[in-house]
């Protein structure tokens, strides 16, 4: 490799780093805002299911879910950003990184699991992967084509939330003492 070579690899490495961290805290900001707008009553990405959010905070365990989830939720906001920002100096770059490939692999495992579920369905295994039926898991015994496709639209976001996770953990990881 010519030094010049060299040179445009290692400049080229922060500023890869830095827009995929960019990509994965603009998929988180998008993916909270989304959520929030369903908290307020908005429909679209449910398909046409009568009661699509579930009353999560009328038991104990549906607290600790909600509490889990908003604290999934900050980090995907919050570790991203202390890879970009000054402040997150402070905290050790690894723990940032093993944070990311958490962040990674949960959205990963989620997504996957429910495009499986949903093809495992399509295919007539009446439970799918997880083993709720359908009336359980979206209000109908036999849900709509835009149901079912609304599902699956949710499971292949979470897909590429994991993938623009995964690929800023990997950068950052080789580009090290970059994008900060």
């Known amino acids: ?13 922060p500023i890869a780093a830095a827009r995929a961290i960019r990509g994965a805290l603009l998929w988180a900001v998008g993916f909270v805002a989304l959520h929030v707008y369903w908290a307020l009553g908005g429909r679209i990405g449910f398909g046409d ?11 104990v365990a549906g607290w600790i879910f909600t509490i889990v989830v908003g604290v999934m939720f900050a980090g995907g906001l919050v570790v991203p950003s202390a890879l970009l920002r000054p402040w997150g100096r402070r905290i050790p770059r690894p723990t940032l990184v093993a944070l990311m490939w958490l962040g990674a692999i949960v959205l990963l495992a989620r997504g996957l699991g429910g495009l499986l579920d949903g093809m495992l369905r399509g295919v007539g295994i009446d439970h799918g992967l997880t083993g709720i039926p359908y009336e359980k898991s979206l209000g109908s015994a036999h849900p709509s084509r835009y149901t079912v496709w609304s599902a699956a639209a949710i499971d292949a976001t ?23």
């Open 1 to 13: 490799m010519t030094s010049q070579a060299a040179h445009v690899e290692h400049t080229a490495c």
């Open 49 to 59: 299911q009568d009661d699509p959010i579930p009353d999560t905070t009328s038991t």
């Open 158 to 180: 979470f897909v590429l939330g994991g993938l623009l996770f995964a690929r800023a953990a990997r950068l950052t990881t080789v580009c090290r003492g970059t994008a900060r």
